[in-house]
């Protein structure tokens, strides 16, 4: 496997790359994929490779963490083949599920082991685009991802079509084929939750209205006091745990965004009527220690070290730890042994929390996929 990682930022020259890549990840700030003609450039030069990637909160590039850049990653296999498919939000209705379900059906089946996907971050709900795509490849494909991200603004993303080119309120995805490779993942959070569980009475998919029997909004802000005048950007720092049953493992949800007329707010995945949630609030070494412990599960029954390694963690973290937020790359690096690190800080992460566990939409984590040749 070789790979070569650059930085492009405004005052950056032409790009090029000493061998041709088969796969782009590109990472980076929205405004500037959309101004700057690099990918443009990387297409027209090598016209058979394929490109993932998407707008950010933050761009990670080996063990920086970085804003208003361009993270480029070229990557050529020895025995590894990919292939791509993409779905536009308005061809199938705006239903996640049914966007799931075509991105895969477009991914050829033999061979398939691996699935990596992107998505805009605030017209997809994640919850039921990994349903779809969960549903499409059955349990012996492995999924892994996460939504666009647009700095604290929640006004647009983008992501970076197979063919390079940018586009928003779709989704694409990467299908990856080989003996020889090698796939780690593991998704972890850190959040301490505070307070009693409280039940949805009231919402529908990915909207809630009413907690307790209470309009959901004013009750959030009750909780958030003065903060509450700067939703939805600072309920990133007041996640909710939500669990459906008694015998699942609680899940976390992040606010997308508020309806005053409606008192509802709307989340990355979905909150079932019947649900129970409860207020979490951040411990900066916990989430460093759920950083590492992600890094962990991402390695259990690898034999060798990655090469090759994709982090996607939240926004909320990134707010929360402020300059501290290199520790939880360094500790994640650290565990796997250096590889080459790139990923993107999101609006929802898509893994499973293990092996032997589902893809699920998480929000407020770290996820890692582990990439390795033999």
């Not at 405004?10 to 790009?15: F, K, P, R, V």
């Not at 993942?185 to 569980?197: H, I, M, Q, V």
């Not at 207020?279 to 412990?293: F, H, S, V, Y």
Request: proline share 3%.
């Amino acid at each position: 496997m070789e790979i070569k990682q650059l930085v492009y930022t405004n005052a950056s020259s032409t790009i090029t790359f000493p061998f041709t890549p088969q796969l782009f990840f590109v990472f980076g700030n929205r405004e500037l994929l959309e101004k700057s003609d690099v990918i443009a450039q990387l297409a027209t030069l090598y016209p058979d490779s394929l490109f993932s990637g998407c707008s950010t909160a933050g761009e990670i590039s080996n063990v920086s963490v970085k804003d208003n850049t361009i993270i480029i990653t070229g990557i050529r296999f020895n025995d590894t083949t990919v292939s791509s498919s993409k779905v536009a939000l308005e061809d199938i209705q705006f239903s996640s599920i049914e966007a799931g379900k075509k991105l895969v059906s477009q991914l050829p089946k033999e061979g398939l082991k691996h699935v990596f996907v992107v998505s805009d971050g605030l017209k997809v709900n994640g919850t039921d685009l990994v349903k779809g795509m969960a549903e499409g490849l059955g349990s012996e494909v492995s999924l892994t991802g996460g939504l666009a991200g647009d700095g604290s603004h929640f006004a647009r993303t983008v992501i970076i079509e197979p063919d390079g080119n940018i586009a928003s309120e779709t989704v694409a995805a990467i299908g990856f084929y080989g003996e020889n490779l090698a796939i780690g993942f593991g998704s972890r959070g850190g959040w301490d939750s505070f307070g009693l569980d409280r039940r949805v009475t009231r919402s529908r998919e990915n909207i809630l209205f009413e907690i307790d029997g209470e309009p959901a909004l004013d009750l959030y802000k009750s909780f958030l006091g003065d903060k509450a005048k700067e939703l939805p950007a600072s309920g990133l720092l007041f996640p909710l745990s939500m669990r459906d049953s008694e015998d699942r493992a609680p899940v976390v949800r992040t606010i997308l965004g508020i309806n005053e007329d409606e008192k509802s707010l709307t989340f990355a995945g979905d909150i079932p009527e019947g649900s129970f949630v409860r207020l979490m609030k951040a411990n900066n070494d916990r989430l460093i220690n759920g950083a590492e412990e992600a890094a962990q599960a991402a390695s259990e029954g690898l034999e060798n070290s990655p090469e090759f390694a994709i982090l996607v963690s939240c926004v909320g973290r990134k707010l929360v730890l402020k300059q501290m937020v290199e520790e939880e790359v360094e500790s994640v690096s650290d565990v796997l042994g250096s590889p080459v690190i790139t990923g993107f800080y999101s609006y929802g992460e898509l893994a499973p929390f293990n092996r032997n566990s589902l893809c699920e939409l998480h929000n407020q984590t770290m996820t890692v996929t582990t990439f390795r040749e033999y």
